[in-house]
């Protein structure tokens, strides 16, 4: 947590010192202005007055959050309660987060704020925010995603070219194949299989970190959606000798408002990664149970476990735990980046308990109720 800006108790005749101030304050190269404990403006500098096109005169002595009009991504006002100012007055502490001003032409302009309270003897007795204009990162971001997702789809004609290909081949289609021939094939096409999911991560996490990740929802009965993941990986457990098992507790309806692609992306994810990280005869199950206002699914495996002192890193991009990296040579440890993304998305949550060499559950809660929304930044 930030820490709280203290001031020292004003002192007559110190205007040297109030010069300085001032002069510092002036001179800082972000947008600063600060309000009284009422939050009214008492101060604003030349970079605020640059971004947001007031001179001072226009804002000095008017209530903030009414002056300031901050937008959220979907263009609508921000509520008063989750403005950052406010926070800070209620909370006491430094508060940052990432919304959109009004200028004074009606324009919109990105800014990443931060408001502290000053504190005078621990009284409150105003607040500072410091906020930069984020328009030229946003507009990097924005290029950065394009540029993946347009690599990402022109790498997936290619790859289906030669999915196709190597599956007639496997076939028979084009003459006899050797069982040797054949063996190769099929490792051609599960190399496909594999790069064709990777890109579809890779597409996905872009999607989320640039707040474009569009959720559709529809009426779902969960434990249909479980079931049919269940279905398409089972192979993936039989290779494995690993028995893969379903239930649904209890008797109340399972029934759920939500996306029901990036539903099936999170579960196959987890089951995925149960069966992967699961020595061969072991055991996964899966199970669906209603609660009062969401549904919880439950992914539990017999593995090889997280080890205590990495479980804190384990939904972060490119995280690989030591015993996992050892024994398993293929992964990305993009899937739980992804899968935490995605949930949120849903406005879910995720969580998990594990022990090394005993096992792994995963839990997520999902909203009965779902609301349309394309998450993020203009
Ligand atoms: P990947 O599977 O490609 O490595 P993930 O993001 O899906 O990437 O997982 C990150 C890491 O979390 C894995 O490498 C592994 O160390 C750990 N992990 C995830 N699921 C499990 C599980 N069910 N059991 C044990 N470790 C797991």
Do not use: C
């Not at 507009?139 to 690599?151: G, Q």
């Not at 789809?153 to 196709?164: D, E, F, M, N, V």
């Not at 055991?283 to 206002?293: E, R």
């Amino acid at each position: 947590m930030a820490k709280k800006i203290v001031m020292a108790k004003p002192e007559a005749a110190i205007t040297e010192e109030q010069a300085e101030v001032e002069a510092l304050f002036n001179s800082i190269g972000d947008g600063a202005i600060t309000t009284d404990k009422f939050g009214r403006i008492t101060r604003i500098n030349p970079m605020a007055q640059r971004i947001l096109g007031y001179d001072e005169a226009e804002l000095v002595g008017e209530w903030f959050p009414k002056k300031i009009v901050a937008l959220k991504a979907d263009d609508t006002p921000a509520n008063l309660i989750d403005r950052p100012i406010t926070k800070a007055f209620l909370t006491g502490h430094s508060i940052s987060d990432k919304m959109y001003y009004r200028r004074k032409n009606g324009q919109t302009v990105p800014v990443y704020v931060s408001v502290s309270p000053i504190l005078i003897d621990d009284k409150p007795y105003g607040a500072i925010e410091v906020f930069r204009d984020i328009t030229l990162e946003e507009e990097v971001d924005r290029m950065k995603s394009e540029f993946i997702s347009l690599a990402s789809h022109q790498l997936r004609t290619p790859l289906s070219a030669i999915k196709t290909y190597s599956h007639m081949l496997a076939d028979g289609y084009m003459g006899d194949v050797t069982d040797a021939q054949k063996k190769s094939l099929r490792t051609i096409i599960g190399a496909t299989n594999r790069m064709n999911e990777l890109i579809s991560t890779l597409l996905n996490i872009t999607r989320i970190e640039s707040g474009t990740i569009a959720v559709t929802p529809k009426n779902l009965h969960i434990d249909k959606v479980v079931e049919d993941v269940i279905k398409e990986i089972s192979l993936m457990a039989a290779e494995k000798s690993i028995t893969l098992s379903f239930s649904a507790k209890g008797t109340t309806s399972r029934a759920v408002k939500t996306d029901q692609l990036i539903l099936k992306e999170v579960v196959t994810n987890l089951i995925t990664n149960a069966i992967k990280y699961t020595p061969e005869g072991g055991t996964v199950k899966v199970s669906v149970k209603a609660q009062v206002s969401d549904v919880l699914i439950k992914v539990s495996d017999s593995g090889w476990g997280i080890p205590a002192h990495e479980q804190e890193q384990i939904f972060t991009k490119f995280f690989r735990a030591q015993n996992i990296v050892k024994r398993e040579t293929t992964g990305t440890g993009l899937g739980l980046y992804l899968v935490k993304g995605l949930i949120d998305a849903l406005g879910g949550e995720i969580w998990f308990k594990s022990s090394e060499d005993k096992g792994t559950s995963f839990y997520i809660t999902l909203p009965r109720r779902q609301t349309t929304k394309t998450m993020g930044n203009k």
